[in-house]
């Protein structure tokens, strides 16, 4: 996993953001304020040193932005600092452009490893594929998200290896919304990585919705992007498959989902998201499972939030800063 060094209004790879509905930004009954104002998310990840916050804001202040919130991260003992900031600013008076000049002059000020700017009014919606298996629940909670504005993506089409029938409550979905769906029938020789990759060349990150298909190194590296996968344990307990029955036979209290990274090791890619609820001797593997499925569709979603909001960066080799 490479963590590149750049300033951009698109996604650099393995950074998790998400993106509540950001709307032209006003206080309310503040008549100093303009239904003008665009609302920007700034994140910074560099080495740690005296004055960082000084010169955010002022960058931000100097072109009459104004910051209406901003999380810092300082780990103990590693030299290494992580912010995100939340501004409104007059387009008019710090045009696009300017932004990304200003924040990259900061970020080869301060020898930053990552430095990231979005202004979700402005910029284009990340472009994602979704892939998908036989199970739905995930596919439709992301499918009705999106639909709702809830989720700020613009899905590039559906691909899955569950050959669907044209009257399917899905199918129809998609074809209402103009949503190309494409089965791809695999097998253990064929994967039909390389139609998937053509498939999806053009867009920001992919989506496994149960896609229960592992992908190999070689697509992880041809793709380059980030890819979530929402698996449907308490991850790092009960990898692989059937998480729910291992659950159920280790007598656990408490069942969970988890939103993760794809790496080239199953299942064990950083963790964006995770969510649990309590389980007891009286639940059988029906309910285990039905409980399950809750979990994840709210984890993926809320997971998918979060990048697109710019929420997530990488910390150490395994894990992740949410703010």
């Known amino acids: 996993m490479t963590f590149t060094r750049r300033v951009s209004s698109s996604f650099p790879q393995f950074v ?55 999380d810092v991260f300082v780990p103990e003992n590693k030299n290494v600092f992580y912010s995100r900031s939340e501004f409104v600013f007059d387009p008019v008076k710090w045009p696009r452009e300017q932004m990304d000049e200003d ?28 892939l998908a298996s036989k199970q739905d629940h995930c596919l439709i909670e992301l499918l009705y998200g999106w639909q709702e504005g809830r989720l700020p993506v613009d899905i590039t089409c559906v691909i899955s290896n569950h050959n669907r029938c044209p009257n399917t409550h899905v199918m129809r979905f998609l074809e209402r919304n103009n949503v190309p769906y494409h089965y791809l029938h695999t097998t253990k020789e064929n ?83 995770q969510m649990v609820e309590r389980v007891s001797h009286k639940d059988n593997l029906q309910s285990f499972v039905q409980k399950s499925e809750n979990l994840e569709r709210q984890c993926l979603a809320k997971a998918m939030r979060s990048y697109c909001e710019l929420r997530l960066l990488p910390y150490e080799e395994n894990r992740t800063v949410v703010f």
Request: hydrophobic share 40%.
């Open 16 to 70: 998790g953001f998400a993106k509540r509905s950001f709307k032209s930004y006003k206080l309310p009954g503040d008549p100093s304020s303009s239904p003008s104002l665009a609302h920007g998310i700034h994140v910074f990840h560099c080495p740690d040193e005296v004055g960082i916050v000084a010169k955010l804001s002022e960058c931000i202040a100097s072109r009459g932005g104004n910051i209406l919130g901003a």
């Open 103 to 130: 924040f990259l002059k900061l970020s080869k000020m301060f020898s930053a490893t990552r430095s990231v700017v979005r202004v979700p009014d402005l910029d284009p919606k990340f472009k994602i594929g979704v």
């Open 191 to 273: 994967k039909r990585e390389g139609e998937i990759l053509e498939l999806v060349l053009n867009t920001d990150f992919l989506v496994l919705a149960r896609y229960m298909q592992i992908l190999s190194g070689h697509f992880l590296r041809t793709y380059g992007k980030d890819v979530i996968n929402i698996h449907h344990g308490l991850l790092p307990s009960f990898k692989g498959g059937n998480p729910s029955k291992q659950a159920f036979d280790a007598g656990v209290k408490l069942i969970g989902a988890t939103s993760h990274f794809v790496t080239e090791e199953l299942d064990s890619g950083p963790i964006i998201e």
